[in-house]
Structure formats: structure tokens, C-alpha cells
T-cell receptor, first 112, second 112 residues
Framework: QKEVEQDPGPLSVPEGAIVSLNCTYS??????FMWYRQYSRKGPELLMY????GNKEDGRFTAQVDKSSKYISLFIRDSQPSDSATYLC????????????FGPGTSLSVIP | DSGVTQTPKHLITATGQRVTLRCSPR?????VYWYQQSLDQGLQFLIQ???????AKGNILERFSAQQFPDLHSELNLSSLELGDSALYFC???????????FGEGSWLTVV
């Protein structure tokens, strides 16, 4: 079982739709959870950074973590064409000695 | 702009050659990470340094090596290059793991 899994998509939605992006992980030691957005061949950009279970909202983006089921979600409200990118989830452990592992990413296309 | 600087942005070299990629982390960040992203592939963790010391190692080939210098900049050395080493190489930095990590724009290596 891979440490971090995401549906690769591509996911295509109309402009204005609510988008749900999901990620599962296998290691219960993960406590920090990050979502990144990557435009084609550009450096990943940090969108959300959360600790432990619960929800965190930032503008049109909401990150949701359910540690009991090892399931992470990113919701995008009122999606825009500029949201078209690949979304990567990255859980992390607590110590200074742990690598940050990225999921394979979900490709999203928002159609005007 | 994430504040992480990578040079060179593009590099074309022949098989068997050696190249050095350079990374300057964000001001104040002590931890540096290196990732490889091949065409249409996910981010593969290579290695992490914290304040000059190696902290975590991923699937880094023996032909590859890295170091972090006292001024906290880092270099990734790739030797005996093969066609399959063609990829985007990203550097990222964070203040203190497991804090959120911030990526540079990458160095695009093409081996011919």
C-alpha cells in the first residue's frame, strides 16, 4: 500500500462548481497535513496547512482532516478557471527527521 | 514568489556528465528538501538537510549527492548522468520540520 494516494483524475468541472479533492494515507503517525497547487511545470504552491483532525477554511478553500479514517479532503467553492492545476496532498509526521511525502496529485480542469 | 531561489532554471547536458544544482532557502529557514519530478510523474523525495546535517533520505541514487553549507544554501550534485535523469528538480525549505515547506521554481534538467 502506498503511503499517500490520490485519484489522479483528470477531474473536469464547470466554472462555479464546488470541487472535492480527496487523499488517503496509510501511516497513522501523520499529524500535519498540507495541500499544494501546482501549475504545469511550476513549483508547488502551499494552499493549506493543518494540524490533526478538523476543518480549516481560507477563502474559497476548506481543508478537512479525518485521522480516524486517514482521509483528507480539500474543497474549493465557486471554482474558477484559474484553479485549473494539479493538487497535491502532503501529510507529515511530527519529528524533525521525517521526510514530507507527496501524493501523486489530482489534475483539475475548471471549464469556463 | 516563495522566497526559495534555484539556479540554473534550465540545463541541457550530455550523458555521462556531472551537474550541480543550487538552492538558496527562504531567509531564516534551516531545513532544505530536494525533490525530483519526471515528466507526468509525482514529486519524489530525494533528501532533506537541517542546519547542515542530513536528516532524511528518500530514493536518492548513489550517483546523486547533496550538501547544505554553513550559510544554509544547498547543492545537489548529479553525476554520470543518464537520459532517465531528465526531470524537474525542486528545492524546498522550511523553518523547522514539520512546518509547511515552500518550493522554488525548479531546475529543469535535460540529458541528451
Amino acid at each position: 500500500q502506498k503511503e499517500v494516494e490520490q485519484d489522479p483524475g483528470p477531474l473536469s468541472v464547470p466554472e462555479g462548481a464546488i470541487v472535492s479533492l480527496n487523499c488517503t494515507y496509510s501511516n497513522s503517525a501523520f499529524q500535519y497535513f498540507m495541500w499544494y497547487r501546482q501549475y504545469s511545470r511550476k513549483g508547488p504552491e502551499l494552499l493549506m496547512y493543518t494540524y490533526s483532525s478538523g476543518n480549516k477554511e481560507d477563502g474559497r478553500f476548506t481543508a478537512q482532516v479525518d485521522k480516524s479514517s486517514k482521509y483528507i479532503s480539500l474543497f474549493i467553492r465557486d471554482s474558477q478557471p484559474s484553479d485549473s492545476a494539479t493538487y497535491l496532498c502532503a501529510p507529515s509526521m511530527k519529528t524533525s527527521y521525517d521526510k514530507v511525502i507527496f501524493g501523486p496529485g489530482t489534475s483539475l480542469s475548471v471549464i469556463p | 514568489d516563495s522566497g526559495v531561489t534555484q539556479t540554473p532554471k534550465h540545463l541541457i547536458t550530455a550523458t555521462g556528465q556531472r551537474v550541480t544544482l543550487r538552492c538558496s532557502p527562504r531567509s531564516g529557514d534551516l531545513s532544505v528538501y530536494w525533490y525530483q519530478q519526471s515528466l507526468d510523474q509525482g514529486l519524489q523525495f530525494l533528501i532533506q538537510y537541517y542546519n547542515g546535517e542530513e536528516r532524511a533520505k528518500g530514493n536518492i541514487l548513489e550517483r546523486f549527492s547533496a550538501q547544505q553549507f554553513p550559510d544554509l544554501h544547498s547543492e545537489l550534485n548529479l553525476s554520470s548522468l543518464e537520459l532517465g535523469d531528465s526531470a524537474l528538480y525542486f528545492c524546498a525549505s522550511s523553518v523547522d520540520p514539520p512546518g509547511a515547506i515552500y518550493f522554488g521554481e525548479g531546475s529543469w534538467l535535460t540529458v541528451v
